[in-house]
């Protein structure tokens, strides 16, 4: 059995292989394979056990990992829900568009699922929406001919998602022969409220929380506010890792419906998550709710509206057996939030307009080889104060108000704790300088 190791706490964590399940006759093999792209929410990078996780149960999601291809310098777009789900839809970064996707949309912008519609798949949604009020939109929205219903917050007892799975089995089971179809799933696990699940938090009635297994950030912001609440990190730990199975499990369901219908070696699953880890909420008046949003980005700093790496690197798996080699583990090879449309497209054979979208094909990457990404990507995010961030091979920069700089290599230092922007000033100008090319280009 081979063995995958990766360092992402204070320790190293093994990858092993999980095994693979008999297969079923392939129902279908065609030129335009099946696309399911299920998205968590704020899930953080080292959530997951074959992310290192020390606590974490995700079979199913390693399982995933062990048949196809992990990423490890996978990036969102986007610092919150919205603006990173309208770049995995049009390839585009989302300060492009003036208008709030959460609200008004960006019905303007050709997505994927429009891409996908006009070549003949048959498309569909289930889940957590976040791009605009659907009476605003055209009809279909993005080209999305099935919708599921949005669910509210109701919690089953095997957690939150279990209605929006049963509704993608559905449409997956409605699929004909001769007809691909392309599927989202955005969950709503794991951002809170994270409340007790009773199928599966019996599974973590042992966990007893090592501190030293975390990262020092993930102690201070996490663990230590727990503490001063006078809450139970144990009790809420396990809250969270139970959170986190019963996502794992819905996964498992979405594997075993491809595998009864013969549609696994013809289907690519992607796997990935919408920004880094929740923050704790101090206000928060259910404190045992919101002090459960234990998302671990690893040894990496930062979480969820902020643009260090925990903010910004996401899990990512991709899974396709007719094409993609087993067991790749890829922790070179960057790739963003803004490929996702051209990267499908060049996997589905359809054509696009290149010079209309951010991204790039990095279809090359997800069918194992690993490559340097030649373009840098970047952010813009306003919610504290105005920044833009820009990523360029290793070197990481960032201007706050135009005023505030920090420079990062992160080939050594990849955790961010060392500002360099005092020692490489020709490297400091030199990204300085594209930022403003690329805010002139792209903000109207």
């Not at 050709?110 to 009020?133: E, N, P, Q, R, V």
């Not at 583990?329 to 209309?356: H, M, R």
Request: charged fraction near 25%.
């Amino acid at each position: 059995m081979k063995q995958i190791y990766y360092l992402f706490f204070v320790g190293a964590f093994s990858l092993g292989n999980m095994g693979c399940s008999n297969s079923s006759p392939v129902k279908k093999s065609s030129d335009s394979p099946n696309i399911i792209f299920i998205l968590a929410d704020d899930l953080g990078f080292g959530d997951l056990a074959c992310y290192g996780h020390p606590y974490a149960k995700t079979p199913h999601l390693d399982q995933l990992a062990d048949e196809g291809i992990m990423l490890t310098r996978a990036y969102s777009a986007g610092i919150v829900c919205a603006p990173s789900r309208q770049a995995f839809m049009t390839g585009k970064y989302p300060v492009t568009h003036q208008n709030n996707a959460d609200e008004s949309g960006f019905d303007d912008e050709t997505t994927i699922t429009d891409l996908l519609s006009a070549k003949g798949y048959l498309t569909g949604h289930f889940g957590k929406w976040h791009m605009g009020k659907k009476g605003l939109l055209s009809d279909p929205p993005y080209g999305i001919k099935v919708i599921g219903k949005e669910r509210g917050k109701r919690q089953g007892p095997e957690g939150k998602d279990v209605e929006i799975f049963s509704e993608a089995i559905t449409f997956i089971n409605s699929a004909v022969d001769d007809q691909p179809f392309y599927l989202n799933i955005w969950t709503r696990a794991t951002h809170f409220p994270i409340t007790d699940i009773p199928a599966f938090s019996s599974l973590f009635d042992s966990v007893a929380v090592d501190e030293n297994y975390f990262s020092s950030s993930f102690r201070r912001e996490k663990i230590q506010k727990v503490k001063a609440a006078g809450l139970s990190i144990d009790s809420l730990m396990r809250r969270y890792l139970a959170e986190v199975y019963a996502l794992d499990y819905q996964v498992g369901r979405i594997m075993k419906a491809l595998d009864d219908a013969g549609l696994q070696e013809n289907t690519i699953i992607i796997f990935a998550s919408d920004q880094g880890p929740a923050e704790i909420d101090l206000d928060s008046q259910d404190k045992e709710e919101r002090y459960s949003s234990l998302g671990s980005s690893g040894t990496l700093r930062g979480g969820k509206k902020g643009t260090l790496e925990g903010g910004i690197r996401i899990p990512f798996i991709v899974r396709w057996p007719e094409r993609i080699p087993i067991g790749r583990l890829d922790s070179t090879s960057v790739f963003s939030g803004v490929d996702y449309l051209p990267t499908l497209c060049k996997l589905a054979g359809i054509n696009f307009d290149e010079g209309q979208i951010s991204g790039i094909d990095r279809s090359s990457v997800w069918l194992g080889a690993p490559s340097a990404r030649k373009e840098p990507l970047f952010w813009k995010t306003a919610i504290s104060s105005p920044s833009t961030t820009i990523l360029e091979g290793s070197w990481k920069f960032t201007e706050i108000n135009k005023k505030e700089h920090y420079l990062y290599n992160l080939e050594t230092d990849p955790t961010e704790q060392i500002n360099l922007s005092k020692q490489y000033p020709e490297k400091l100008n030199s990204l300085s300088e594209q930022i403003q090319a690329w805010e002139n280009e792209n903000i109207k």
